[in-house]
């Protein structure tokens, strides 16, 4: 029950409202395109990595594809309807990389130009401030056949597509996010396999990660010399990293997950190079890639970092995992509140990993720019009573409270996410949404939790 997932120390705040966070915070949902458009062949859009690795067998809970995922391409304007319903003021979506430039660099498609442009439009006309992401992890399958993130090439190809997205919709989008979660598409898309384009290389996973943090930084320049009044940042996900134990090999096994899930792209934009663990394992990976260099490449100075978090990690010590010697201890087994997905439901692990994000001190503002739950939400008749769900956005917004009090410069809050989507190799299986979604029908049922944001945000109104 609920109160099983209220921590005390944040009990006090369960009755909070958005009032609470002032005026001018931004309270959004974010969606993305390649979990949500659909329309993978239409008007000139090619296909992405995502379109051609959900054909693999086996790759995708129940052989779920990305081609129609929540028909947004068609249904845009009732879903940004739903947003404003639900009383946010923002919403953050992607830009399809492969519907603006189908040849992955060199001629636009105007088709594809005009459908983000109308979807814009849309947000400003409802009174939703629109938040874009670059890339969320759809690239061109075009340029995945030249190498992808392992070529050298992807830099000028990013700067490119950044600039004809700066001059086409800069007039109006002022929040510009440049990456979503370098960590996520380089570490699962490269060398575990997971997710799109499936590559399990230790040499493509030191490339990728070389080249994206280079091209965060290069993605943040264009957009300085492209939009006026720009307010710039990237996205993060970030996990606090918990040692099973306080045995040495347990604390240590935990340092080197934390420099991998926290400190690796945060640390070379801060202008501080990639990080080093007690053990030296990033200089060892560095000898096996020449390319590792350029340290001042990867710096820019960002308007807000934006960080993603859903669960903390207890990790213990493991000689039989190459390189990290290192597992996480999932919650089902410490027997701790976690969610379908077997993620640790910990808000004051959250509030605690916005801190230490702060004390680099470098930092200008921080946004949460993804925070959310999946549970198995059962439809009856015609409700999802997802009290959990509830719960889960009650305490984690009174841990960012919280941490504003202590002196935490927040500026936004961004659910994750606005209907249940594509959820990557989870298929259609793990819902997240404030809005459920039949995908047989595309009929969309507003959740509990969606009519509960509708009235923490609309208390005042």
């Not at 010590?317 to 701790?336: D, E, G, M, T, Y």
């Not at 997905?341 to 230490?356: A, L, T």
């Not at 949404?433 to 995908?439: E, P």
Request: aromatic content about 14%; hydrophobic content about 40%; glycine content about 8%.
């Amino acid at each position: 029950m609920i109160s099983n997932l209220l921590p005390n120390q944040f009990a006090e705040y369960s009755s909070i409202r958005a009032s609470s966070f002032g005026d001018d915070f931004y309270f959004g949902v974010a969606i993305s395109a390649a979990q949500n458009e659909g329309g993978w062949q239409e008007d000139g859009r090619s296909a992405s990595i995502w379109d051609v690795f959900a054909r693999r067998q086996g790759v995708i809970k129940n052989g779920a594809r990305p081609s129609v995922a929540c028909d947004f391409y068609h249904r845009f304007k009732d879903d940004l309807l739903l947003a404003k319903a639900l009383g946010f003021n923002s919403f953050r979506f992607s830009i399809s990389w492969s519907r603006v430039l189908p040849n992955g660099t060199g001629k636009v498609n105007e088709a594809g130009i005009r459908f983000y442009n109308d979807v814009i439009d849309e947000c400003l006309r409802l009174g939703l401030t629109p938040f874009v992401t670059l890339y969320h992890w759809d690239l061109p399958q075009v340029l995945q056949k030249e190498g992808g993130w392992v070529n050298p090439l992807i830099n000028h190809w990013f700067k490119h597509f950044t600039k004809i997205c700066a001059k086409a919709f800069g007039d109006r989008v002022k929040h510009w996010i440049v990456l979503n979660e370098p960590v996520g598409f380089t570490s699962l898309g490269y060398i575990l396999g997971k997710h799109a384009p499936g590559k399990k290389s230790l040499d493509d996973f030191l490339k990728t990660v070389h080249y994206a943090a280079i091209a965060q930084a290069d993605g943040g320049i264009v957009l300085r010399q492209n939009v006026s009044n720009a307010h710039i940042g990237t996205a993060f996900s970030c996990s606090e990293v918990i040692p099973f134990s306080q045995q040495p090999d347990d604390v240590a096994a935990a340092k080197r997950i934390d420099l991998l899930m926290n400190r690796l792209f945060i640390e070379p934009l801060l202008g501080k190079g990639f990080p080093e663990d007690d053990r030296g394992l990033m200089h060892r990976m560095a000898r096996q890639n020449s390319t590792w260099r350029f340290t001042e490449r990867m710096q820019f100075d960002m308007d807000f970092i934006g960080l993603q978090n859903y669960f903390p990690v207890v990790v213990k010590h493991n000689p039989f995992i190459p390189l990290v010697q290192a597992s996480v201890v999932k919650p089902s087994s410490r027997k701790v509140p976690h969610t379908a997905m077997d993620w640790e439901i910990n808000p004051g692990s959250f509030h605690n990993i916005i801190k230490r994000f702060w004390k680099y001190g470098a930092i200008r503002e921080l946004m949460i720019t993804e925070n959310g739950a999946a549970f198995k939400d059962k439809l009856i008749k015609g409700h999802i009573h997802d009290e959990n769900r509830v719960a889960y956005f009650q305490t984690h917004l009174a841990a960012l409270l919280q941490a504003r009090k202590e002196g935490v410069k927040i500026k936004g809050y961004f659910a994750w996410t606005l209907m249940d989507n594509f959820e990557w190799s989870e298929g259609f299986e793990a819902r997240f949404g404030l809005i459920h979604v039949d995908f047989k029908t595309q009929l969309r049922t507003i959740k509990n939790s969606g009519y509960w944001w509708r009235d923490f945000l609309t208390a005042n109104a």
